[in-house]
Each structure stands twice: as C-alpha cells, then as structure tokens.
C-alpha cells in the first residue's frame, strides 16, 4: 500500500483499509415516502441486479457505507436506507412514531415494497441486525444471504459495554436514563465508538463520528436514542426466535466481525454456528465500525462470499440461482 504525503510533506500511513477514493459506479441519494415517512436512502447499481440491503447501526446512517457501496455496485443494486430517528429521514410529529425495534422493522419492510424488493441479502450491523432479522423472520423466502458485520444475534455476544444499558433495563430510572444521556450521548462518547480498538485511531475519518454527534444534537432525537436503548432488551428476548430461524433456514451466513469491538464481542460471530455450521466467520483487527478501517476486506469478502452462494449477475441479468 502506497504511503500517504500530508501537507507538511511528511509521509503518513494510509488507513488500514485504503478510504482513499475509489472509482467506481456512482451512488444517488433518494427518498421515497413510505410508512408516513420521508425515507432517505443511497442507491447504486443496476436495477436489475441482484439486491444487497445494507442496514445500518447506532448512531450512525446510511453515511457508514459511502465507501462499501461503489465497492459493491458493479455487480449488485445496493440499496441502504437511513433508519427513523437516524441520518436524513424525516420523521412527521403527526405522524407519532413510535421508536420501538418491531417498528423500526416494519418500517424497512414498508420501504421495501415501497421499492418493490421482493429478494434481497442483507448487511446487518448493531440496529440493522434485530432490523434485518425481523424482517427475516416474518419473510425468510426474501432473504437471500446475510453478512453479519458485527450484528448480534446471541447473548454471549454482549459485551462488558452493555452493562449501564442493563441496568438501565432492570431499573429504568430517571437517574439511570440520564447516566446514559450523560457518558454514551456526547461528543466523546460518540468518537470512542469509532475509535476504540484501531490501532491507528487518527486513520477513522472525522466526518464519521462529526457527523453523528450534530444529528444526536437534533431536537428531541436524544430521547429518541434513551428509548431504544431501553427496547434493546426486546431484541435479546428475541434472540430464541432469531436462533430458529437460523436452524430452519440456514441462510448464507458470513460474519465478519471488528475482533476489539467492546460492544459485540467474537463469541457473537462464532455463535452463529451452532445454528448454521456452514456460516463463514472472519476477524478483523479493528473495532465496532470496521468499515472505516477495513472496507478493501470487507468489500472483497462479501463479493466472493455472495458469488461463491450463487448471488450474483448471470449474462447482464439480476439474476439469482440460489
């Protein structure tokens, strides 16, 4: 890998996964109403080509994957949403959402009639993965394939990092509430997500976790943030449920995980096999967001991951033997 010049003129490393630019197809930004939302969303890709729904995680957008969608849009319609509460969707207060994972759920799946997506694999990582497999399970015949980037799906995956939010669970205090709003919704809180576990924390770009903390800042969207972090627990009672469907199904599974994210930790990724012994587990030397450091690698284990299952364009056709 090339050595990056800083305007100094001193040689810098590049960052482990090469953020530098990458030429490829380009990516739109769109919005479609659905669910009595405005839903903002990334596409790239042709239209016919088989679907890669990317889902992502807290307390980030659709933003996460400006440099995995051009990666992957010569051979696939990449399509990745912004959740309510998260990135640029817009939200009507008449519309009195309520900020729950089912409804999160329902929303994506609303989005995707909304784009007539009938089959899809899906990128699931933190909130995408109760998100996507949800959706999954009221409709395993659309799910064609998951990568599981760091999305959890087990208890032994919770990392030491949950502990305030269990206890705000046992006791959801005012107190424990707002020791929350107070340490994970802050400016540093935000940045330490992104950086710990990197070996070079100066290599994650700054946009990232800028970016998140102006949009926690929005009006009213820190409430938002304290009541999913109370309904998380809803998604571990889930867990049983998603573990069946892992066992009926036994979807394409490729877990490729940041090895030092504190949230969840590789007894995740490994999990997944005593469900589905054929999935495909991968570490990273990163932490929770490893597409900041790691996208070259996740980008190129998808593709052969995806291909090596069937899911990919046959003759200039969106076409899926599997």
Known sequence: MND?????GTKRAAPAGDLRRFSGPSTSVQRVETDGIQAFYR?????????????HGFPSSSFMFRELIPRLASDYRV?????????????????????????????????????????????????????GFRLALAHPERVTAIVSQNGNAYEEGLGDAWDPIRRYWAAPTAENRDILRQSVLTAGGTRWQYVHGVANPESVAPESYTLDTALLERSGNKEIQLDLFLDYASNVKL??????????SKPPLLAIWGKNDPFF???????????????????????????????????SAMKDFLETNGIKRQSGEGTVSR
Not at 43 to 55: E, K, M
Request: net charge negative.
């Open 79 to 131: 399509i990745a949403p912004d959740l309510p509460g998260f990135g640029f969707t817009e939200v009507p207060p008449e519309r009195k959402y309520l900020y729950s994972f089912d409804q999160l759920a329902l929303t994506i799946e609303a989005f995707t009639r909304a784009l007539k997506l009938d089959r899809y694999a899906i990128y699931v990582f933190d909130y995408g993965a109760p998100t």
């Open 265 to 299: 930790v590789p007894a995740g990724a490994d999990a997944f096999r005593k469900d589905i012994p054929t999935a495909k587990i991968q570490f990273l030397n990163t932490g929770h967001f490893a597409l900041e450091t790691h996208v070259v690698e996740i980008a």
């Open 239 to 248: 867990y049983p449920k998603f573990q069946e469907y892992f066992r009926k």
């Open 43 to 55: 596409a790239a890709g042709d239209p016919n080509a088989p679907v890669v729904l990317l889902l």
């Open 4 to 8: 990056a010049v800083s305007l100094t």
